[in-house]
């Protein structure tokens, strides 16, 4: 079992940068590719980015591409999301989220969700 909890969210006005974490613990987090997904009022899950166990193959979004970047750092069990030019149709809650194995751009593939962390980004 692995244990996920996001933190960073908050309330930004567009342009500004924001920076998510998900702090792991249970089982090694190097075992897991991380991934992170977003949901907002009434629209269904959708993913964010994504990392590979050792952090050398990640992917995005096309949303996301040139302004997020996602990083891990196995040593502290934690995941992170840099989130830069922030729009207003980025206000969701984000997720982090873990399954074994290569990373995968859906969210049915993923066994472990943190909590979330809700993310608003004003005009």
């Known amino acids: 079992q692995v244990q996920l909890v996001e933190s960073g969210g908050g309330l930004v006005q567009a342009g500004d940068s924001l920076r998510l974490s998900c702090a792991a613990s249970g089982r090694t987090f190097s075992n897991y590719a991380m991934g992170w997904f977003r949901q907002a009022p009434g629209k269904e899950r959708e993913f964010v980015a994504a990392i590979s166990r050792s952090g050398s193959s990640t992917d995005f979004a096309e949303s996301a591409k040139g302004r997020f970047t996602i990083s891990r750092d196995n040593a502290k069990n934690t995941v992170y999301l840099q989130m830069n030019s922030l729009k207003p149709e980025d206000t969701a809650v984000y997720y982090c989220?873990?399954?074994?194995?290569?990373?995968?751009?859906?969210?049915?593939?993923?066994?472990?969700w943190g909590q979330g962390t809700q993310v608003t980004v004003s005009s």
């Open positions: 989220a873990g399954r074994s194995g290569f990373y995968s751009s859906s969210h049915l593939l993923y066994n472990y």
